[in-house]
T-cell receptor
């Protein structure tokens, strides 16, 4: 069965405390893996797309990596404004997207 | 990127009424989708909005409840009909930019509360 699983469901960090979020998938015909940031009551904001194992992308304090079975979103020295829900989605065949349930990140000052 | 304007951004509606949500994209796109996100849940695809033809609905969603229009390649509407409190959700318009690097972008969402 095609599915995407994110862990942990929630993560509390102190400001400056680096950590990683995980997105594991069992989707056949992977065409891309997407990371989004979502603030409460808003639409997901696009962060990264990864297309092949070994690929990495960075944006400010965020770095996304991809293997054949999972992706990590590394957050280095987070700030309170990084608090949000981070969603992972996998694009399979026929433009079908599978979404994880998200990781709710709370960064305390 | 894609600039997607979605309105209204939020609304509070009475049971039994209908609400139409509009989605305007800054350039032509082939693939446009409507998603629902219930409180504390992930995204669920309602339908693919097809230009010039009937939308393609996912299992559990029907045209009578969620009629969709797509008159051109930059605009679509989703109507939530005969609303009940269970319809309280965030509704999201999204577009797929195709090409060598495909990207799925979302509008800012419509937060709907049904009393």
């Amino acid at each position: 069965e095609d599915q995407v699983t994110q862990s942990p469901e929630a993560l509390r960090l102190q400001e400056g405390e680096s950590s990683s979020l995980n997105c594991s998938y069992t989707v056949s015909g992977l065409r891309g893996l997407f990371w989004y940031r979502q603030d409460p009551g808003k639409g997901p904001e696009f962060l990264f797309t990864l297309y092949s194992a070994g690929e990495e992308k960075e944006k400010e304090r965020l770095k996304a990596t991809l293997t054949k079975k999972e992706s990590f979103l590394h957050i280095t020295a987070p700030k309170p404004e990084d608090s949000a829900t981070y969603l992972c989605a996998v694009q399979g065949n026929f433009n079908k997207f599978y979404f994880g349930s998200g990781t709710k990140l709370n960064v305390k000052p | 990127s894609a600039v997607i304007s979605q309105k209204p951004s939020r609304d509070i509606c009475q049971r039994g009424t209908s609400l139409t949500i509009q989605c305007q994209v800054d350039s032509q796109v082939t693939m446009m989708f409507w998603y629902r996100q219930q409180p504390g849940q992930s995204l669920t695809l309602i339908a693919t909005a097809n230009q010039g033809s009937e939308a393609t609905y996912e299992s559990g969603f029907v045209i009578d409840k969620f009629p969709i229009s797509r008159p051109n390649l930059t605009f679509s509407t989703l109507t939530v009909s005969n609303m009940s409190p269970e319809d309280s959700s965030i509704y999201l318009c999204s577009v797929l930019r195709v090409g060598s690097n495909e990207k799925l972008f979302f509008g800012s969402g419509t937060q709907l509360s049904v009393l």
